[in-house]
């Protein structure tokens, strides 16, 4: 990444994200960072200036702070069912040729992933059991390619706003690989009381997707 990505912050900020050593510290933030239950997108930059996050948000940021770490910019979004829940989306990366990922959720579960998956299809997979919704339905049905958040440089998506909203729209019209097909899904458990318990550690419940509702994202 190019120093004039960064140019534009502040002097704490800057030493923020020049204190990221390994993917782990950029999760440690994430962590830290109170989720947002607005209707909005932030862009890195804001996250820093706002000090909150929600998904979306999270996983930018996160994918700008792993360029810093040479890594390529990258996201993945999972999807439930319309009506269901909300998608989620992660920033991921690969080391010793296997895939890890970086995440902000509601959802204690939904958080950052080891990079020991062969494939994006068992990192997805590991998440399928916390992807449940206020029901205690496990809601994963689909992911995404990995987008490529390079191509957007020219709309400066680390300060634009308007540019973390053309990336939203995209994930959204990537073609989504299933996990489990409909007769799978008709046959699912439903969370347990203590996993389900587990998962809303922490929540901010006006961040909670109520199904048939519109809400920010896991």
Partial sequence: MTSTFFQNLN????????????????????????????????????????????CLD???FAAAALRLL???PLLVDMFPDPGMDDDHVLAIFKQNNCFGA????NFSGLRSREPIYRTIRELVI????D???VDGIKTLRSYTRPLYLQQFDPLNWFYNTQAVDAIEQR????????????????????????????????????????????????
């Fill in 11 to 54: 002097q704490h900020h800057l030493e923020i994200i020049n204190s990221f050593k390994h993917p782990f510290e950029i999760q440690a933030l994430l962590d830290r960072t109170p989720y947002s239950p607005e209707d909005r997108n932030r862009t890195p930059a804001e996250v820093l200036q706002d000090g909150l996050a929600h």
């Fill in 58 to 60: 999270g996983a930018i």
């Fill in 70 to 72: 040479g890594f390529p």
């Fill in 102 to 105: 970086l995440a902000k959720s």
């Fill in 126 to 129: 590991s998440y399928f059991d």
């Fill in 131 to 133: 992807f449940f919704n």
């Fill in 171 to 218: 994930l959204l019209k990537l073609h989504r690989f299933p996990v489990i097909s409909a007769e799978m899904g008709a046959r699912l458990w439903p969370v347990d009381s203590l996993s389900y318990q587990a998962g809303m550690l922490g929540v901010n419940p006006d961040g909670l997707y109520k199904p048939g509702k519109k809400q920010p994202n896991h």
